[in-house]
């Protein structure tokens, strides 16, 4: 009988440890896809970020980076620990796991956060940051992050394109007599800023702000659920690593 349960418990352990494995794996994976998603916000749209008076956003996406980057190391780690039965390993990897899980439901709570106040940090802000400092020294990426922002969602001023009467740019002689940005236009060429008719520059309703807005919230639902759909999971892991390491402390020396 001893024998028999001996036996038993043996098959359960090389059963958890076969789970494990095959969860560090996936584990692994889904971390290069946080960490992706994570370097796509700061690299691909970093322009925009420099839009953002708040720096919510992007430390969301430096959070989803450094989180991912830990359990790519987590997921090698939880390997050696399965195979080798180390039992002090496995402490570490179940402690590696908790701080990321800490980490991504941080990412996701600020997602959550910003998205609540974005709308309001949006019409605070943009159209000041768009006429006070585009095309202005020491702002070259506002002002690149605008023309790109204005051609990208061809729309045209924060709210309209009547804002840019505003801007310190166009009310100088470095503007050459535009109206608004060449950004604006809808075919771009030299000076073509300085006609603002419909026919020549984009009028979208609600402005850039609108379309601003929506472009985030959607990369903020992306985040969050990045964040909180990998957390989800490792509570899983964290449930075999306890079972593993709760069966290797039963096993004899």
């Not at 379309?211 to 903020?220: A, R, S, V, Y």
Request: glycine letters at 8%; a positive charge; aromatic letters at 12%.
């Amino acid at each position: 009988m001893g024998a028999y349960e001996e036996k038993k418990e043996k098959c359960g352990t090389i059963c958890l440890k076969y789970l494990l494995f095959t969860f560090n794996f996936l584990f692994w994976v889904a971390g290069g896809i946080v960490m992706a998603v994570g370097v796509w916000t700061l690299v691909e749209k970093s322009d925009y970020i420099s839009l953002l008076s708040s720096k919510t956003y992007a430390a969301s996406a430096y959070i989803l980076v450094l989180a991912g980057a830990i359990v790519m190391v987590t997921g090698v780690l939880g390997c050696c620990a399965t195979f080798k039965e180390e039992r002090r390993l496995l402490r570490v990897y179940f402690v590696l796991l908790l701080c990321i899980f800490l980490l991504e439901i941080l990412s996701g709570v600020l997602a959550y956060i910003y998205y609540q106040q974005l709308n309001e940090e949006l019409k605070q802000n943009l159209r000041d940051t768009m006429t006070q400092k585009y095309q202005q020294k020491s702002h070259e990426g506002i002002t690149r992050a605008v023309d790109k922002l204005q051609q990208e969602f061809k729309c045209c001023g924060s709210n309209n394109s009547s804002d840019w009467a505003a801007s310190i740019w166009i009310r100088s002689r470095d503007s050459d007599y535009r109206e608004v940005p060449d950004s604006c236009c809808k075919t771009q060429t030299e000076l073509c800023g300085r006609r603002s008719h419909p026919s020549n520059i984009y009028k979208v309703e609600g402005g850039c702000i609108t379309q601003l807005e929506k472009f985030i919230l959607d990369h903020l639902k992306i985040i969050g659920a990045v964040g909180v759909g990998i957390a989800c999971v490792q509570i899983i892991g964290m449930v075999f690593t306890c079972c593993l390491y709760r069966s290797l402390k039963a096993e004899p020396y």
